[in-house]
């Protein structure tokens, strides 16, 4: 079979670069076009980027030229992790253009004809993108994943909603600096120390949880009709972002129902058995589970009942690959394997 | 004035150190006797002790001699930080002998007829120590702080529920290594991670908060008629347990109203204006915040509504100076003050 | 006495707050006038300073206006912590218009007129400024401090060079993140990492040891003639470079001479006992030591015989106390008593 | 092929789970015995161990039993891991009863009858065990390998030595928390620390290094005829030794002719390209050199004229792997494929 060629929006940021990293082999993408910012336009990727991932860049990006972010030249699927100051327009730009944006950045993800999407949880608000095309006259389409942090709470609470119903969530966190981007998060910021705020961050798990657990129906999602309280917080781990949740559902649950839906939890399109369940009373740690699924899991632990709602469990997911390229990766094999990209 | 003579048990640990630090220069108190393991027995206090606090070892202790924890010797007052697996029986081997022991250790916190005392929150607990002596036919006596996670906690709500009571309250801590003691956790377990699992730390400050908080009636402690439910984690922090907290309280409340209560609280017995208040938006941060009030401050900062309870923020204290060796040292003045040392 | 009234060039930065923290409550000096960058310029000192020292900003300061860097209403003393890509021209003009200019930056270190000064070891260095005003015909002058790195070397190198003559040096230094300014050195990149490479740093260090080692004869500086050969490393330390070094000496020393030699050493201005040796096998540490005279000291310990060279000893200063804006404010002092500032 | 059984002295510590980690998979071994001290004694190794790798535990390790240090039942080849404080005796013992221990131990390393071996630079020290064996009358033997930190030390420098002899060499060490077990470090010791000492380090360097690099002859090693002197550092990293080497060489050579040493340097058994060297201005660095050729690498970089000696550089390796368990297996390796383990 002949690969897909794809490109990429903001290549040399640290999601950029976990794109890179992560289609490096993949069945079926191949990488043929970079762009980021005017900055670097004209480099080579290679002299453009200041490559930060641990693994070594692959050497088939090296001498790639970087364009800029213009339509002109590039493939039909392109995955964005652009910027949010900039990702509007341009990602519009492209989307007008006929291109199939998989994007990372926030600012289309609440609009009501864009699909919000994790896979193992609301594959069928692809549908979406008929209203977008019917509305917005583009001849490509946008279609986003969420936050990092929200997709951990998400893939957690997915299939408790299903067979219980949901009422009320209650999550913090403690964030990688990953998350930030590069160069991000000052070591004189976080050394030794607790940041309990990032900007916008809380707003954004509270209103993107509720459209991913929300009901498609005729072309529109309705918001899950439950309620979300976020507090929002960095720590000094490079990358996992692992978060306390408390949850009260509608319907009488028990600890060992709880487990149970847990592991019998399959999604289109991979059918990998997701979250992942540990029974040890300190797990999950982002050093031992962060890479669990290659980092596609979402690993959950130390379920108990909560006084104050009615149950509580640690929820620990990796912010730069299932929370950003992984993620928008996986909504382009969706999107393939449903036939959105012939 | 004369300065009264004091004792420390389990003065090599890490909080034996505090109270050897915060005792240097006390207007009222005095060292003259250390007591250890027997593995230190013997010892000159320099020579059995590691000394781990940042500020040097007062010279005034260097040459003490360490001595085994038994009465023999020893002066009426004494600070105890034993460790849990020793203190139930020492401890009271002291108080039968006639001293008074205000105590760092879990082992007697919950005891109905021992006082758990945070003197800005709960001073009036003070007196059931008459209905220990009678019970007990002690001659001395033994009086508590809560656990280094608790009292950030009840600092921060106690003026919520003096003027609006208390329904519910869900707290999730991230906190620092000096929690553990010394040796403590090893670097190879914290560095770059976050470990989600304290033992018996939520049920500390679950049933803690409820003690502290509950109304000394009749020489007997009736408990807070609130919920609590906590989740507790290690983070990389040296020094300040940081904690988010969402309340629901059992009158109508506003964000103004909730800033002024904590405003106006004043409390026995040094009138200072605890918790301190900050309205920045990215803090309390341990870094910034940890000394203020030298460690014996609660501060708590972005206030603002949550939508699963009604009220969420951020409190941070520090937890080897109010949450452990300075809270025993306040409990010690108070009783003073209150003439329980005469 | 009435205060001399200074001003601070880059104020907003990091090494511009510490000049900010010392310079509160100093008996001589008194802060009337700050500038910093176009972008600060016009907002008070507190809406333009992101402060990063962990004592909060001094009151006084919270209302002064930030001007931009031009000579216009500046007070006569100056300090400058400009970054060395603005610094040689902001200098100069200040200088030219009849300012006392001392410096933190680099840009006129190696000049051949201009002192490059640690007050404890070439006070005489500060006459050199009779041979720059002739010179270069400024009204004001310039006089500067060492890079952060350098100072410990040379603090503890000179008394040594004073009683035995240096013949070699090798030092491999171990330094603060705070070393690189803020934002300076993203979490990302040392976080659990060394970094082997600081630009510029070795070449900085080698040449300005042996400038202030060097001998001031006739309105001139001979350089040392001893080598030095330096390795500059990057690690995950908030304050207070680290560094290894082995010596070898002109003349014959021993072990106990070389100590003597440290504990005799006296200098101007301040007669304190410069450096700090300590006796432990595992001391000096950033944790404990780093605020030795109040971050002032140099402290030096574990020494030893080398095989390679003589002796090897570690050496560790606070710095951006010691290295740099205290370094600034004693050359300010050094000059004031000197009758300089008259 | 039938794999040869093998043994595990000292299983449960780091290195030894290091052992597990590296043997599984393996072409030529296979794990069937664990043994580890008296209390983990009669457990199952999941029991046991307090598993600490970032890998998974192997499954076919889980329920091997943990049996006592003593030969009965163990098989013939055996690594071992022991704490130096038992493994003297317990090595013994089990050389005297036929055994081949291969050990990461420092107790046998410089006894002159003992190889202490690296086989990618001096494989013919393993000759020395004939000499062993007819001395001690030993069924069995010991071979060793160096100290983690000196490994990289000597890859790095046996090339040179080769091509040009050594005279002098001066290393300085920031040192990774793994290489003093677990749990080894307490956080409260390295956070933000440099810690400039660990015990016996630095003579472990100097004497381990010319013992390697010495001439094996007649069944005696003749030690190496430079000097070497070694300052030895701990930094807050979790695994990766980062070495900055300074080096004078007995005949002349050029920056160019050191680095093609380095390049054409090849070596029984595995003529692998080590060290490997990189040309960027700052690396290696741990966060990505560490696992270079598995962990097997020693990573060299930064080579430039030193003022005091003649050149420097800065070498990194993996402590655990390379500087431990990955050395004893290499060991094994080549006295497999030499026939020594027939």
């Not at 970087?66 to 519009?92: I, N, T, Y």
């Not at 609440?110 to 549908?127: F, K, Y």
């Amino acid at each position: 079979m002949k690969k897909l060629e794809v490109g990429i929006l903001g290549a040399t940021g640290m999601v950029g670069q976990r794109f890179v990293s992560l289609l490096e082999h993949h069945p079926w993408f191949e990488i043929k076009w970079l762009a980021a910012s005017e900055r670097s336009a004209g480099k080579t990727y290679r002299d453009a980027c200041n490559w930060r991932v641990r693994d070594p860049m692959p050497q088939s990006a090296w001498d790639l030229p970087v364009q800029e972010c213009k339509p002109a030249g590039a493939p039909q699927l392109l995955f964005s992790s652009l910027d949010s100051k900039v990702a509007g327009e341009a990602e519009r730009e492209f989307a007008q253009a006929g291109h199939v944006v998989v994007s990372n950045s926030s600012n289309f993800r609440m609009e009501h004809d864009v699909p919000l999407l994790i896979p193992d949880v609301n594959p069928d608000h692809l549908t979406l993108v008929r209203e977008q095309r019917k509305q917005r006259k583009w001849k490509g389409m946008i279609v986003t994943n969420p936050n990092c942090t929200t997709v951990g709470l998400v893939m957690s609470l997915a299939p408790l909603q299903k067979r219980f119903g949901l009422d009320k969530v209650l999550m913090t966190s403690m964030q990688a600096v990953s998350g930030a981007g590069y160069p991000g998060i000052p070591t004189l910021d976080i050394l030794g120390n607790v940041v309990p705020f990032i900007g916008g961050e809380e707003e954004k798990v509270e209103r993107e949880t509720r459209k991913l657990l929300g009901k498609c129906v005729d072309g529109q999602v309705k918001m899950g009709d439950f309620i979300v309280s976020a507090h929002c917080n960095r720590v000094m781990v490079e990358d996992g972002h692992t978060e306390t949740i408390s949850v009260a559902l509608k319907n009488k649950a028990s600890l060992p129902e709880i487990m149970q839906a847990w592991r019998d939890y399959r999604s289109l399109p991979q059918e990998r058995n997701l979250p992942s369940v540990r029974e040890e009373r300190d797990r999950p740690q982002p050093k031992f589970d962060l890479l669990a699924e290659n980092g596609m899991a979402t690993v959950v632990g130390r379920l108990r009942e909560c006084a104050v709602l009615q149950f509580k469990y640690v929820a620990l997911s990796h912010n730069t690959i299932r929370g950003a390229a992984g993620a928008a990766l996986l909504n382009a094999e969706l999107m393939k394997s449903e036939g959105y990209l012939d």
